[in-house]
């Protein structure tokens, strides 16, 4: 099965609920809709309020709630992602962790884990999974070397410029670093998730128009990151 193409990079959850709320302008029930932050119930809104509108713009509905849908997807797997990491963090072993996941061996978890951070990486990057290189550096002073560098960006980050998109993953590594079990695996999601942060910072140096480090420390840990 060929894996979904993700969504543009540039299109916003705010972008698309504005395209449905122009089209429910002369909507009665247009005062009715959910909160903007709850992508779920507004898709799940438009959907039951297409019927008002004429078929073109019904359809557009459609279109745009599965847009919604596919953004609240990606939030759901972030925080999937953020509570797998945390549990492996904080040593809760596989036979309570697989109460909760239903995942019941150690090496289904990592493989989860492994999932979820090429789905989010693909999103983030707007590439098909397939195309987010995560091999991990096998070799011990490759290892020593991914974590040496991780240490050094998270070290570095409040020099470096940063929203909550890269805090985000900032937490990520941090995790995982702290993960009990350092296998390839681990330092494969290790990999993705900095390739990740360090895009994100740069992206969003570029579009403020300010230096993605402010210090030369945190640029020469950046670049390390980046240079992997």
Excluded at 23 to 37: M, N
Excluded at 156 to 168: K, P, V, Y
């Amino acid at each position: 099965m060929r894996k979904a193409i993700p969504l543009p990079r540039h299109l916003r959850a705010a972008d698309v609920i504005e395209a449905i709320q122009a089209r429910h302008q002369e909507d009665p029930q247009v005062a009715t809709h959910p909160a903007p932050e709850d992508l779920m119930a507004f898709a799940a809104w438009a959907l039951d309020h297409r019927k008002a509108l004429p078929a073109p713009d019904a359809q557009a509905d459609v279109l745009d709630a599965i847009r919604l849908i596919r953004m609240a997807q990606q939030q759901l797997d972030r925080l999937m992602l953020r509570a797998l990491l945390t549990a492996k963090a904080d040593g809760i072993k596989t036979p309570r962790l697989s109460e909760a996941t239903g995942i019941h061996s150690r090496q289904g978890t990592h493989d989860r884990i492994k999932a979820l951070t090429r789905e989010i990486a693909a999103a983030r990057l707007a590439v098909p999974a397939d195309a987010v290189e995560d091999v991990a550096p096998t070799p011990d002073v490759a290892l020593a070397h991914l974590k040496t560098v991780a240490h050094k960006l998270l070290e570095e980050w409040e020099d470096l410029t940063t929203n909550e998109d890269a805090d985000e993953w900032a937490e990520g590594i941090e995790l995982t670093m702290r993960s009990s079990e350092f296998t390839d695996l681990t330092a494969a999601s290790l990999s993705v998730q900095l390739r990740c942060a360090t895009d994100q910072i740069v992206e969003l140096a570029g579009t403020l128009g300010v230096p993605p480090a402010r210090t030369p420390e945190a640029q020469a840990a950046l670049e390390a990151a980046r240079t992997l």
